[in-house]
């Protein structure tokens, strides 16, 4: 898990990312504003950002980027337990997205994420 990943994911709104389809790029959400850099995870790590971070919410659409589409702007840094998290330094321009898919996280923190991230 880290730099040899070739897909990493975002987690966002449904309304930040009705707000991206029409800029053209996807919003910071609050906590990548306050960070100064857009938060992203691995395959491996998706499922513990969810749980810890996203319990409750049903408006949540989730993103798969290429990491080669994002390349120049991104650092994998550490974070949860020393692991390396992936961190874009710039935009997500709608172009680098690859699959966006609609999910929703139980109250225990449990979801049903795409078949391809497995």
Known sequence: MG???TTIYKIT???LWQKGTADG???YAPIDEKDGFM???TAGQLRETLRLHFAGQTDLVLLSVPVAEIAADLKWEPSRGGALFPHLHGPL???A???HDRISVAEDGSC???D???
Request: charged content about 10%; overall charge negative.
């Open 25 to 27: 790029r996807v919003p």
């Open 112 to 114: 049903a994420l795409p």
């Open 93 to 95: 321009p709608l172009s």
């Open 39 to 41: 938060h992203f995870s």
């Open 116 to 118: 391809a991230i497995a």
């Open 97 to 99: 997205i690859a699959a």
């Open 3 to 5: 730099p040899n990943e």
């Open 13 to 15: 709104t449904e309304t």
